[in-house]
């Protein structure tokens, strides 16, 4: 009876320290790229025929102001500045970014650090399934990145500028509320296209019934909607149908694979 209790504490004892171990390992990781974002720059320089980029110590243009910079350019329309209205919120908006940016570029060693962790609790096809759709879940994460900055996050802010113009009310955009905007519709298509091989991967390792996804879509309809209403930071509505809809359609997309595939099993 004492040595299992011992042998008990011992297991849980090695579980903790492989747990801390992990966390801190992602911490150092996600905090090292959060930290070259606030105090490194990057420019091109002219090498020959070639540009080659440079990586160089600037605090004041870091890689998150120009970010930024980026984004503003990029995104905003042609009459509409970015202003700050509290001193140190274009500083609290370049942190803001770099801490995204640190978890996005840190997310290969994270899906890695916790496959380690969980895996000699998975079964054999478990771990097999699970190596299958890591690789492709990266890759869906940065296509959802990319279709949301070049189509769906340009299209919301034309269309909330227009009612604005129609007014003919002077637009300015909080540089906090713009920031946190871009970068949560950014994190929120990036998992969301995750979303069909998430429901994939959960029903070929047999954890979830392939009648469930149909069974359950009008409550899936409803949480996604919610979600929408979350994330989103303006009042009107607008941009959380923008993110609602490719939701529905994402999971629309899911169901269709599971039905192709499992449909038989049932």
């Known amino acids: 009876m004492a040595s299992n209790k011992v042998s008990g504490e011992s ?10 171990q992990r966390i801190v ?26 540009n080659m980029l440079i990586l160089y110590p600037d605090t004041l243009h870091n890689i998150s102001s120009q970010i930024v910079s ?11 500045s970015l202003i700050q209205i509290s001193p140190g919120q274009a500083f609290s908006a370049q942190i803001y970014v770099a801490i995204v940016t640190g978890v996005i570029i840190a997310l290969p060693i994270v899906f890695a650090e916790v496959f380690a962790f969980i895996s000699p609790a998975l079964k054999q096809h478990e771990k097999k399934v699970i190596k299958s759709i890591l690789l492709p879940s990266i890759f869906l994460f940065f ?15 034309e269309f909330l500028y227009n009612y604005g113009e129609s007014m003919t009310v002077v637009s300015f955009f909080d540089v906090s509320l713009f920031i946190s905007f871009v970068m949560q519709m950014l994190m ?4 969301s ?20 996804w149909k069974k359950n879509f009008r409550y899936v309809i409803i949480i996604l909607v919610i ?3 979350i994330i989103t930071p303006d009042g009107s509505g607008v941009s959380m149908w923008f993110v609602t809809g490719p939701l529905v359609f994402l999971y629309a997309i899911g169901l269709l694979l599971i039905e192709l595939r499992f ?3 049932g």
């Open 227 to 229: 979600i929408g209403a």
């Open 70 to 80: 980026f984004m503003k350019d990029t995104l905003l329309p042609k009459n509409v």
């Open 143 to 157: 296509a959802g990145c990319f279709f949301s900055y070049y189509v769906v996050i340009p299209y919301t802010i």
């Open 11 to 20: 297991s849980k004892k090695t579980f903790l320290m492989e747990l801390r």
């Open 193 to 212: 296209y995750r979303l069909p091989l998430v429901m994939w991967g959960l029903t070929k390792t047999n954890l979830v019934k392939p009648k469930f």
């Open 25 to 50: 390992r992602i911490s150092i990781s996600v905090i090292v790229i959060i930290s070259i974002c606030m105090t490194m720059s990057i420019t091109t320089f002219d090498f020959g025929d070639y």
């Open 188 to 191: 929120v298509f990036g998992f």
């Open 263 to 265: 449909s038989k099993r």
